[in-house]
């Protein structure tokens, strides 16, 4: 079997607003054999600039693009694709937007394998350990705590016994921060409450937020301090009375190292649109070494979802889902199989590969640019 043809394909929904939230555009990687076989990846970064570094022409050995690096080889052989992909893309940047379309192809080539072998990832990755999840809504702080418990009570209504709240408004003051993280807790009652800050202090500042948060009892407190700042969240780490999370930023397994080798981290998040499957299998291993605990991140389509229950299933220690409760079609309606949590309980796919087929309608029209070869 080889591979014949990539399509890459950029969607955008209407009205795109400003707040952070990558549930609003995609890219899609499609990836074709002589066989009839498609998988289909998902990167979540720049649609755009993903689609340029699956399209770019050869330049010279360590600067290609990716469709020239997968035309007429074997889909099945994920791992020498991506040490192919890696080695061949070093001028390009090894971490970041590049590992990120590469994440895309390798989750592409999982989906492929699983729907060759008639199995569903989970399996190819070694079987899982869990059928089923508990999910936690994962959606924005309101405008101010009054209208965070307002959004948290909505979820808790809905069946969910663990909410997560995060980014903006986040970060101004102290008092701000307290309004939010109280308004929270009042909304949610006993359920879980989980504080995403959004990378918005310095160590000292964060060390003393975790102390006031503590009250509240928060199950992690998520991203305080900036992506790349490994030695501050290790210092954090250490001194911290409520349970630090991130990762959701690491693009392939380099950028999860040196936070794994220095136990930075209480909670690690995998996303699988940033990572692919094969890497998320190395980091994997690497955290249950150490004895920390792994969760995914996810906050874009159901193709990303379907790929990050495929493998929180095989984790050892799987307790909680980021599930995305944007009120957006993207989240919703791109695949023909709806994949989001019921009474606060999300179900693992079985079907080969990712278990999910894309909406074709849904993609024309939705369809910003499109790309193929």
């Not at 709240?165 to 986040?170: A, K, S």
């Not at 995998?270 to 291993?285: H, K, N, P, Q």
Request: aromatic share 8%; proline share 4%; with cysteine.
């Amino acid at each position: 079997m080889k591979i014949t043809e990539i399509v890459c394909q950029v969607l955008r929904i209407p009205n795109v607003t400003e707040k952070t939230a990558s549930s609003q555009d995609s890219v899609l990687v499609r990836i074709r054999t002589d066989e009839g076989i498609e998988g289909i990846g998902e990167a979540d970064s720049s649609p755009e600039v993903v689609k340029a570094i699956v399209d770019a022409p050869f330049s010279h050995l360590v600067a290609c693009g990716l469709r020239p690096l997968l035309i007429g080889e074997d889909p099945l052989e994920h791992d020498r694709l991506r040490q192919k992909m890696y080695r061949r893309t070093m001028y390009l940047g090894r971490t970041g937007v590049t590992m990120t379309a590469m994440a895309a192809v390798d989750m592409a080539l999982w989906d492929l394998k699983g729907k060759y072998f008639q199995q569903p990832i989970h399996r190819l990755l070694g079987g899982r350990r869990h059928e089923r999840i508990r999910a936690y809504a994962s959606i924005l702080f309101g405008r101010d705590g009054a209208e965070t418990r307002d959004i948290g009570r909505r979820w808790i209504e809905a069946g969910y016994t663990a909410v997560k709240f995060g980014w903006e408004p986040m970060g101004p003051s102290e008092a701000v921060d307290l309004d939010l993280v109280r308004g929270a807790r009042d909304g949610l009652g006993d359920a879980t409450l989980l504080i995403d800050a959004g990378c918005v202090w310095d160590a000292r500042t964060a060390l003393r937020r975790a102390k006031l948060f503590a009250e509240y009892e928060p199950g992690w407190l998520e991203e305080p301090l900036r992506q790349a700042d490994v030695a501050g969240y290790e210092w954090l780490r250490d001194r911290s009375p409520v349970p630090i999370a991130a990762g959701e930023g690491e693009c392939g397994r380099e950028s999860f190292r040196a936070l794994i080798d220095r136990h930075a981290l209480d909670v690690y998040q995998v996303d699988l649109a940033r990572c692919g499957f094969t890497d998320a299998a190395y980091i994997r291993d690497r955290v249950e070494e150490v004895g920390a605990r792994l969760c995914n991140h996810c906050y874009t389509s159901p193709v990303t979802v379907a790929a990050s229950l495929h493998w929180l299933s095989t984790c050892r220690d799987t307790f909680l889902f980021e599930d995305c409760v944007e009120d957006s079609p993207l989240r919703h309606e791109l695949t023909l199989q709806k994949v989001q949590a019921e009474n606060g309980w999300i179900q693992v796919p079985d079907r080969p590969g990712l278990g999910v087929d894309l909406n074709e309608d849904f993609i024309q029209r939705h369809l910003v640019c499109e790309s193929r070869a």
